[in-house]
T-cell receptor, first 115, second 111 residues
Framework: DVKVTQSSRYLVKRTGEKVFLECVQD?????MFWYRQDPGLGLRLIYFSYDVKMKEKGDIPEGYSVSREKKERFSLILESASTNQTSMYLC??????????????FGAGSRLTVL | GEDVEQSLFLSVREGDSSVINCTYTDSSSTYLYWYKQEPGAGLQLLTY?????DMKQDQRLTVLLNKKDKHLSLRIADTQTGDSAIYFCAEDRGGSYIPTFGRGTSLIVHP
C-alpha cells in the first residue's frame, strides 16, 4: 500500500524552539508539498518541491523553511516556533505527469502545538 | 477574493442526497477535484473531472461541472453516517501541478 508517512502525529513545543517535521513517501513521486490546515481557512500552501534540492515558496512561507536532500523525503523546519504556528501540518506528494490529472496523496498530518 | 469558494457546513439526514457546491476562478484549470478528509486523517481523493466534461458518475457520487459559471458540485446519493467528513474542492492553478483548495465543507449526517 503506497503512502506518505509523517513521522510525528502530535508535537508540543515551546516558543522559540526549532521544530522539524518529517515526511517520507514511497511512491517515487517528484512533487512534494507542505500545507497547513486551520479551521475555517482550509489548506494553505507553505512550500513545495518539484525535484531533489529544489524548493519553491507557496502562499505562506514566512517563518518556515524546507529541505529536500533525497527524493523521498521532504522536511519542514520552523527555525523559531511561535504560538501562531500552532496548526495541523499536512504533507503530500504527486507524480510529475506531463498530462492527466494531478492527484495528491496526503499523509495523516502532524498536529503541532506551540506553547 | 478566494480562488476556490465553498460553503463551510452542510447538514443532511441519513438516506437523503447531499449536494456540496464549489465555485472557482481559474478558467484554465484542466482538472477539478474533490477530496475527502475524515476526522484525524489526511485528505484522500474522491474523484476528479476533466474540464471538457459536464458530468461524471461513480457509484453514489455525481460530479457536475458548469464551465460557463465556473461551478462544480458533488452529489452524494443515499448519504450515510460514514460520509460525515470535510469535503474539499480543488483546481490546478493555471493548469499547473499545484492545486488550490477551497476551505472545505463539513458534511454532518444525522439519523
Amino acid at each position: 500500500d503506497v503512502k506518505v508517512t509523517q513521522s510525528s502525529r502530535y508535537l508540543v513545543k515551546r516558543t522559540g524552539e526549532k521544530v522539524f517535521l518529517e515526511c517520507v513517501q514511497d511512491m517515487d513521486h517528484e512533487n512534494m508539498f507542505w500545507y497547513r490546515q486551520d479551521p475555517g481557512l482550509g489548506l494553505r500552501l507553505i512550500y513545495f518541491s518539484y525535484d531533489v534540492k529544489m524548493k519553491e515558496k507557496g502562499d505562506i512561507p514566512e517563518g518556515y523553511s524546507v529541505s529536500r536532500e533525497k527524493k523521498e523525503r521532504f522536511s519542514l523546519i520552523l527555525e523559531s516556533a511561535s504560538t501562531n504556528q500552532t496548526s495541523m501540518y499536512l504533507c503530500a506528494s504527486s507524480p510529475r505527469g506531463l498530462s492527466g490529472a494531478n492527484v495528491l496523496t496526503f499523509g495523516a498530518g502532524s498536529r503541532l502545538t506551540v506553547l | 477574493g478566494e480562488d476556490v469558494e465553498q460553503s463551510l457546513f452542510l447538514s443532511v439526514r441519513e438516506g437523503d442526497s447531499s449536494v456540496i457546491n464549489c465555485t472557482y476562478t481559474d478558467s484554465s484549470s484542466t482538472y477539478l477535484y474533490w477530496y475527502k478528509q475524515e476526522p484525524g486523517a489526511g485528505l484522500q481523493l474522491l474523484t476528479y473531472i476533466f474540464s471538457n466534461m459536464d458530468m461524471k458518475q461513480d457509484q453514489r457520487l455525481t460530479v457536475l461541472l458548469n464551465k460557463k459559471d465556473k461551478h462544480l458540485s458533488l452529489r452524494i446519493a443515499d448519504t450515510q453516517t460514514g460520509d460525515s467528513a470535510i469535503y474539499f474542492c480543488a483546481e490546478d492553478r493555471g493548469g499547473s501541478y499545484i492545486p488550490t483548495f477551497g476551505r472545505g465543507t463539513s458534511l454532518i449526517v444525522h439519523p
